[in-house]
Nanobody, 126 residues
C-alpha cells in the first residue's frame, strides 16, 4: 500500500507561483509513475503532469512552459512547481501514483493510477 499526502496549495494572485508537494509513504519502492491531476468545480478530473521511473515527463498543453514536475527519491516526494498562474488554474490538485509504467497514450486516464492523495486547493485570483 502507498499513502500520498499533498501540501502547498493556497490562494495566489494571477502571475504568482506555488509549489505543491506530494509525500509518499508505505511501499514507495513500488511506484513507477507519479502524476498530478486537477479538478475544477463542475469539471472532470484533468491530467496535468506525470513522471515515470525513467524520468520521462509529460504535461498537458495548457501548463507547458509554466509548470514543472520533479521528484526527490530520497524524500519520496514529488513536486509540482507552478509559475505564471492563471485564474483557469484554480482547482483541487491531486497527486497520483501508479505501480506500473503508464504508457504515454494512457497518462490522461486517471483509472490507470493505483493511489491518490486527498487533494489540495489552489485558487488563483484575477
Amino acid at each position: 500500500q502507498v499513502q500520498l499526502v499533498e501540501s502547498g496549495g493556497g490562494l495566489v494572485e494571477t502571475g504568482g507561483s506555488l509549489r505543491l508537494s506530494c509525500a509518499a509513504s508505505g511501499s514507495t519502492f513500488s511506484i513507477n509513475t507519479s502524476g498530478w491531476y486537477r479538478q475544477a468545480p463542475g469539471k472532470q478530473r484533468e491530467f496535468v503532469a506525470s513522471m515515470n521511473s525513467e524520468r520521462r515527463i509529460n504535461y498537458v498543453d495548457s501548463v507547458k512552459g509554466r509548470f514543472t514536475i520533479s521528484r526527490d527519491n530520497a524524500k519520496n516526494t514529488v513536486y509540482l512547481q507552478m509559475n505564471s498562474l492563471k485564474p483557469e488554474d484554480t482547482a483541487v490538485y491531486y497527486c497520483a501514483a501508479a505501480t506500473w509504467a503508464v504508457p504515454g497514450s494512457q497518462l490522461g486516464q486517471p483509472q490507470k493510477y493505483n493511489y491518490w492523495g486527498q487533494g489540495t486547493q489552489v485558487t488563483v485570483s484575477s
